[in-house]
């Protein structure tokens, strides 16, 4: 569709989602405001991130993989090539890409592409493109209390102590009113805006509001076992799965749901998760109320997906000084003097300030439903993502499918496509390496078969996919080969019957990951382990 003018864009991205948590992927978390997208947009059933926050992040601003980036793990120093956990110069974000051709950068939230979170900036929001910051540099932490807050380059962690502060309220606050300054600021100028909203919900610490929580009371009574048999019949009747497609067994480390123990701080955990999506969702709605209140809504392109699926992580309180003196994302006691109280405890309910915990494995094999494994891997449960897309001027579908294979380099090439702007080959005197993804603006409009394939790899956890073929492997494993049009649960291992597509698919992978940079996690471990001694 031709339009009169370029489109403004808004690009949601949220912390540690499973896959079928949302209520417009068959979850039990309401949403409308998601779903209110969905109903005038489309929804990718397909479409991956890579399996961790930074480097999707960094996939998701540059169009590369995140070895190319220099994001190969997360932000800590992880070098040789492609691992020093900050983005380089040999790619430029979309801010930066947007900015010089006429648009408008506004971020607000998580930003975790940086190796320093205090002092080296060079990495920081501001000097990567954006014009306006509100938001946390490091990668978790506190939502009540949140460290590193940051407005432009300057710390401001004390506003965090204002009654009734809770971060992600203040995301979704903060991104209205870049919306409705920049329609004041701009009235009568044709000038369209970029704008990167980066919820840390439902990352672990498991902190909610009250109201929030009390909406889920009960919600999750009837256990992990016959919520991921319910969230099953609804993905199958909504056409997100396949009917044929197998649910996988759960996760052998955890028990049969009549025989659990400390059930009340169980539910209480799932319930605390759900509330802080529903706290998003309330967000992202005020977000498209104010376009809508400015007139902005038709001629805006609004995405949203998550950076990897849900979390199976366990918080241990041995953990505490690692959080505190060195990743930046816990306090030993609150701006207030109050102790925090790290770790899973069941002897302590989740949701306060005072509290630091995780859902584990059991709800997040809920949250990935139908598939296997979680965030860190890369099998369907650890990569598979929404991936929700609306803008009424520039869509004729409306409510509609798709279930094209997708990844997250091809949301810059889409983008630039639909902002009529080109990619530079250099940028601040550096050349840039050309992006890796290509445009989903034909997808956009209808489903097509593909063979371009796309790749993954996180800490040795391996795989590729063309068409309707995956090859995986979970670090240190052998490769594993699936049929995603027959059984995209991975539950049918074909790696047997198939050695001459194992073997010409990991030939390929094997290139791709020379090509970008990819360090074996045995030498990236080494390197580790020769630091640690020096």
């Not at 929804?43 to 926050?53: E, G, P």
């Not at 610490?205 to 991921?228: M, V």
């Not at 690692?322 to 309910?349: C, K, Q, T, Y």
């Not at 995209?488 to 970008?516: F, H, I």
């Amino acid at each position: 569709m031709e339009l009169n003018k370029r489109p403004n864009i808004v690009l949601i991205m949220n912390d540690d989602m499973g896959y079928s948590d949302l209520q417009c992927y068959g979850g039990e978390i309401e949403t409308p405001n998601l779903n209110r997208l969905v109903n005038q947009g489309i929804q990718f059933t397909q479409f991956y991130n890579t399996a961790r926050c930074s480097p999707s992040r960094a996939s998701l601003m540059t169009g590369l993989h995140p070895h190319q980036t220099g994001i190969g793990i997360l932000t800590d120093d992880h070098s040789p090539d492609g691992y020093p956990g900050n983005l380089n110069t040999q790619c430029a974000t979309l801010a930066e890409i947007l900015k010089p051709q006429g648009y408008s950068t506004y971020m607000s939230g998580k930003w975790h592409m940086a190796h320093d979170f205090q002092h080296e900036k060079h990495t920081w929001p501001l000097q990567r493109g954006f014009e306006k910051f509100y938001g946390t540099i490091a990668g978790a932490g506190s939502f009540h209390e949140p460290n590193t807050l940051t407005r432009g380059n300057d710390n401001i962690d004390h506003e965090a102590n204002e009654e009734n502060f809770y971060y992600t309220d203040a995301i979704s606050d903060q991104a209205v009113r870049f919306i409705e300054e920049h329609a004041e600021e701009k009235r009568g100028v044709d000038q369209p805006f970029f704008q990167y909203v980066a919820y840390t919900a439902p990352h672990w610490p498991l902190h909610a509001k009250d109201e929030d929580i009390a909406k889920y009371k009960g919600r999750f009574d009837e256990g992990w076992d016959q919520l991921r048999q319910e969230r099953l019949k609804r993905m199958i009747s909504l056409g997100i799965i396949d009917c044929s497609w197998e649910l996988t067994e759960r996760d052998p480390s955890q028990p049969d749901w009549e025989k659990v123990e400390h059930r009340e701080w169980l539910l209480r955990c799932m319930e605390v998760y759900a509330a802080q999506i529903d706290c998003m969702d309330q967000g992202i709605g005020r977000i498209v109320n104010a376009l809508e209140r400015t007139g902005q809504l038709d001629n805006t392109i609004l995405l949203f997906l998550a950076d990897n699926g849900g979390c199976a992580e366990l918080l241990d309180p041995a953990a505490h000084d690692l959080f505190v003196d060195h990743l930046l994302i816990a306090r030993s006691e609150s701006l207030d003097g109050e102790p925090i109280l790290f770790g899973n405890r069941p002897e302590l309910m989740p949701g306060p300030k005072n509290t630091y915990q995780s859902y584990g494995v059991a709800w997040a094999n809920l949250s990935n439903t139908p598939f296997r494994l979680y965030k860190h891997w890369v099998h369907e449960g650890g990569i598979s993502t929404p991936l929700i897309v609306h803008w009424p001027e520039g869509l004729r579908a409306s409510g509609e499918l798709r279930h094209t294979p997708a990844q997250l380099v091809d949301i810059v090439p889409t983008l630039l496509e639909l902002a009529n702007a080109s990619y530079p080959e250099q940028l601040n005197g550096h050349k840039l390496l050309p992006l890796e993804g290509r445009s989903l603006k034909n997808i956009f409009e209808q489903d097509e078969d593909t063979e371009v394939p796309l790749f993954w790899e996180h800490e040795g956890n391996s795989a590729i996919r063309i068409g309707k073929w995956k090859l995986v492997k979970k670090y240190p494993g052998d490769w594993e080969l699936y049929n995603m049009i027959e059984n995209r649960t991975e539950t049918v291992d074909l790696a047997t019957q198939y050695p001459d597509k194992v073997k010409d698919m990991s030939g390929m992978y094997n290139e791709w990951a020379a090509r970008c940079s990819v360090v074996a996690r045995d030498t990236v471990e080494k390197i580790i382990e020769e630091r640690k001694r020096t």
